[in-house]
């Protein structure tokens, strides 16, 4: 943390007066959870057991290795196949939660069905055209009368792509062990996000 504080204080500067443009910091979103676990005393980690995990009975989210743990990990890769050390790096709220494809389902569907503190992060702040807007925590493309709430994460040899909508009641993850560093990885991942919804039944119950 003294490194972080030596670094607002001394070197880091503001490229726009905050409120006029919206651009995504990996920075900003550690602070943010920073300055959450200081009025709160407690650990990123517990909050998100506290809030997300243990409500949902999310079995496998955790920011924190052991060496159980880390038996289970799927090991990323680089851009010529081979595996990348699976240490932590560095960061906590923006890419150091690890989970399963199991425990994200059902965070999806608690935010497909939740009317209460889940759809905070689903409120806009900023549009970027007529069919795109960015959100406290998610962005959603609009497509005909649908919202497609989503986001896309990557950290070294792991990239992640969620996508959900509310009215549909659908969505699904996407998680890969390819390097985040990959030029062209991004373009082939939404490609599949693009083809997966669109081959998706939407719900017509609330079963789904």
């Avoid at 079995?59 to 290795?65: E, R, S």
């Avoid at 960061?91 to 069905?113: E, L």
């Avoid at 493309?141 to 959900?164: E, H, M, Q, W």
Wanted: glycine residues 8%; proline residues 1%.
């Amino acid at each position: 943390m003294i490194k972080l504080y030596d670094y607002l204080a001394n070197r880091c500067f503001l490229n726009s007066t905050p409120g006029e443009k919206r651009s995504y910091s990996n920075l900003g979103a550690e602070i943010h959870g920073h300055i959450i676990t200081l009025v709160t005393n407690k650990s990123y980690e517990d909050l998100m057991d506290d809030v997300i995990s243990f409500p949902l009975d999310r079995q496998n989210t955790f920011i924190q290795f052991t060496d159980e743990r880390k038996k289970n990990l799927v090991c990323g890769r680089d851009v010529k196949g081979n595996i990348i050390g699976n240490d932590d790096i560095g960061i906590v709220v923006a890419g150091g939660i690890k989970f399963t494809a199991k425990d994200m389902v059902k965070y999806i569907n608690a935010c497909i069905k939740d009317t209460s503190y889940f759809s905070i992060a689903e409120q806009g702040t900023f549009d970027e055209d007529e069919h795109n807007t960015k959100c406290l925590g998610w962005g959603y493309y609009r497509y005909n009368d649908l919202r497609l709430y989503g986001a896309f994460g990557k950290t070294p040899g792991y990239s992640c792509r969620v996508i959900f909508e509310k009215t549909a009641r659908v969505g699904f993850v996407l998680l890969s062990n390819v390097s985040a560093n990959l030029s062209s990885q991004e373009d082939y991942i939404v490609q599949i996000c693009r083809e997966l919804f669109n081959s998706i039944s939407f719900a017509k119950d609330d079963k789904h």
